[in-house]
Every structure is written in C-alpha cells, then in structure tokens.
C-alpha cells in the first residue's frame, strides 16, 4: 500500500517533529555532558526529565490556579484531579490568551523551578557519585528514577496522579500561530544550551572533564579536584534535563508521571550511541536520525504490518536495535566522533606570550 502525500499532514508532522527534536536535543545534550564528557553511567537520566514534569504539573501549575482562578486544588485533590481540572485551567487559559506578559511570566517561573528541581536532585545525587564504582553508581541512578516515578504517579497531591495534570497554556495569546511559535521558543533554547555546551566542551572546564574521564588518577596527582567536578557536573546537567521536561510539559499541556519510564533514559542513550558520545553536534545528529527513522516507520506502520508479521511497535525497537548494533561494530565512535577541543592557534598564543 502506498500513501497518497498530504502537504498539509506532512507540514503537520514537520513541526510536531522538529518540537520533539528541540525538546529531546536539549536533554540528550545535557546526557552528553554526563556520558560523553565526564564518563558518568547516568543510567536515571528520565528522573530529571521527570522532575521537570514534575515542577510545571506540580507545583506552578498549582500557583497559578490559586492566584488567577482562585481554586486551591489541596483541598479536594480527588474532586479536583477527577471533575474540575479542565474548567479551572481552561479560566487561566482565557486569562493568558489576553494578557501575555503573565502567560511568560508563568512560563519563566516553571522554566526557573524546574532547573532548580532538577539541579539540587543532580546535587543529592552527586553523593552516591562520589562513593559507589561505576556499575553499583548506574543501577542505584536506574533505581531512584523508578522509585521516583512510582511515588509520583500514585500521589494525586503530586501532579493529580494516575489521573495526570492538566497545566495552562503559556502561550495562549498567540491564537492560531502557536504551534509555530512553540516551534520557534524550543528552538531559541536548543540553541541557547548547544552554545552553552560547547562554551564548556572547548574551555578548560571541559578539558579537565575529559581528562577525568581518561585518566582520573592522573588528573587527581595534577590537581584536580574530582568531587567538584562531578557535582557540578550533575547539577548543571540535572538542570538543564529539567528544562527539557518542563518544555515537554507544555508541549503537551499535560502531564502524566507515568509516562516517564526508563525507556527514556535508554531511547536518550541510543541517540547518543548513533550520533557519537564527547561530540554535541553528533548528539544533536542522534536524535535527529533517531526521529527520522522513528517517524517513517510510524507513517509506514500498516505498510510494515502487511509486508512484515510483526506489530509496528515491536519492529520500531527491532530496526532502533540493529542500527545500534552497526553503528558499534562499524563505526563504535558514532556518526561524528569526538573531536579534540577546540584551543587557541599557536600564532594567537606566540602573540599573547609577546604581549606578556
């Protein structure tokens, strides 16, 4: 069976894409920084996406259903969570539609909260770093972000629950354009955190994680102080996860904490495996092949049904597995490998010397 083209499905798809690359670009960078940079097995990467879900569905949404809709969901979470959720958000939602600034306003503070959730669990979890081998570190990082999920998703105080939260829409005012504007703002940010990483990667900072990474003992005998740099380490890329989950959130104006189950963490992994580890423009690569094929095989779902006896589904991880499994017998250093940081020329540092 072959499908008829649809201009306008196909711009649809286009933009629904080119968000989820932003939104994922943004926390599989900030994977990078763990894995590629400082060799850190961050097997509980979702946690953070989670706790930036968490923040926006939470904990601001709350606020803001206090402040413009005068509901206090605490009260009656089960009647809250099960009837009056959507009307009471859909009040807010008319609020902003009329008054940008506190649309961005609420957008901001959930965007801020979600960075400083996420950055003191990476902080919390920075402990165990410091103290645990590499392997028992991986399980324990997989198990907390279980058992924060769990506990989560079975507290209707936290974000309604089972049930899921509805959160408002901060960009209401922009009518019909939305979808497009929330294209261009997840764009503006995956710009902001590739700029910020690569800043890192090619200074100093960056440098001394590689040799952490290599050599820690050798980095430890030159001065190097290794606790420091992983809890800054897990912090920053805790929060930066953490804005990716917000922005996940308000992408979907809802959230569910169910939905963030390890299969995050490893789809995370596998684009970073395909695009190439130490290497942020190999990442962002990752995730960009990793949509690519995932959409395609979406779209041609039925076709596969028909040629192949297999469920969609169940093909997608079987086609995702092959392709990691190449890519690491042929090509173990991704499609773009890492490169050696980017420093001062010798005519730039002959003239410095000069000078001094």
């Known amino acids: 069976m072959i499908l008829q083209f649809d201009p306008n499905l196909f711009v649809v798809l286009f933009r629904e894409t080119a968000v989820l690359f932003a939104i994922y670009g943004i926390y599989v960078l900030s994977l990078n920084l763990e894995v590629g940079y400082l060799g850190l097995p961050q ?46 958000v859909a009040k807010i939602n008319q609020m902003f539609a009329v008054s940008p600034l506190d649309g961005l306003a ?60 509805v959160v408002p829409d901060p960009f209401a005012w922009m009518g019909d354009y939305r979808s497009w504007g929330y294209l261009a703002v997840t764009f503006l940010f995956l710009l902001l955190v590739f700029v910020v990483m690569e800043r890192l990667a090619n200074s100093p900072f960056g440098r001394a994680l590689r040799a952490i990474r290599d050599a820690e ?3 430890r005998v030159f001065g190097k ?5 992983r809890i ?15 922005l996940l959130v308000f992408y979907n104006n809802f959230v569910a904490m169910s939905q963030f189950i390890p299969l995050l963490t490893f789809v995370a992994w596998a684009m970073l495996i395909i695009g190439g580890t130490g290497n942020n423009v190999g990442t962002l690569a990752g995730v960009a092949i990793y949509y690519v094929l995932e959409r395609v095989l979406s ?26 499994i190449i890519v690491l017998m042929f090509r173990p ?15 730039i540092l002959e003239k410095l010397r000069g000078e001094a």
Do not use: H, W
């Not at 089960?78 to 009471?88: E, F, M, T, V």
């Not at 102080?225 to 740099?229: G, L, N, Q, R």
């Open 217 to 219: 003992t050798a980095a």
């Open 106 to 165: 609420f957008f901001f503070l959930s965007l801020v909260l979600a960075a400083a959730l996420a950055g003191v669990f990476g902080i919390l979890m920075s402990g165990p770093a410091l103290r645990l081998r590499e392997d028992y570190l991986g399980i324990l990082l997989l198990v907390s972000a279980e058992t924060i999920r769990v506990i989560t998703t079975y507290t209707p105080a936290a974000a309604c629950g089972v049930f899921g939260a």
């Open 299 to 324: 779209v041609y779902k039925e076709s596969i049904r028909q040629i192949v006896n297999v469920d969609p589904i169940f093909f997608q991880y079987i086609i995702f597995g092959v392709v990691i």
């Open 43 to 88: 097997f509980g990467k979702v946690m953070f996406l989670a706790l930036g879900g968490l923040a926006v569905g939470g904990i601001t949404t709350k606020l803001a259903l206090m402040m413009y809709a005068g509901v206090n969901p605490l009260s009656n979470v089960d009647l809250y969570c099960s009837a009056q959720q959507y009307q009471a």
């Open 232 to 246: 800054r380490v897990l912090a920053t890329a805790s929060a930066i996860a953490g804005i990716a989950g917000a």
């Open 225 to 229: 102080d290794i606790v420091k740099f």
């Open 333 to 347: 250093q991704g499609v773009f490998g890492e490169k050696p940081s980017k420093t001062l020329s010798r005519r």
